[in-house]
């Protein structure tokens, strides 16, 4: 059975289909193709997933900025690779596609 396959099955017979399972693909696929491949083809994701990767991703976008004036990483013709020095923090690089990250981040400090 294929990826799109065991999605479909799972999304229809466990979890009403929703946006934010959507979501969650989308950015568990571009954390694992930073992870994977230290690069990520900005052009792929938005075909494969039919997004306007620009757009669903500007807060992220804005955070790479600063990675890249440190060196991390590089974005050029819609390409984000991560340079020798940003491959020894992948972690640090994907975790700026991770939702949950943010939303931990944005809780009051005394609920933490």
Not at 75 to 99: E, M, W, Y
Request: hydrophobic share 45%; aromatic share 10%.
């Amino acid at each position: 059975m294929t990826h799109t396959k065991r999605v479909a099955v799972f999304s229809t017979r466990f979890l009403p289909y929703s946006e934010t399972f959507v979501h969650d693909e989308l950015r568990a696929h571009v954390i694992r193709r930073i992870m994977c491949d230290f690069a990520l083809d900005e052009r792929a994701v938005a075909a494969r997933f039919g997004i306007d990767f620009a757009a669903t991703f500007a807060r992220e976008l804005g955070e790479l900025e600063e990675l890249a004036a440190r060196g991390l990483v590089q974005r050029a013709d819609g390409c984000l690779t991560l340079l020798p020095a940003g491959r020894i923090f992948v972690r640090n690089v994907a975790s700026v596609f991770d939702a949950r990250r943010r939303a931990r981040t944005e809780w009051p400090a005394r609920v933490r």
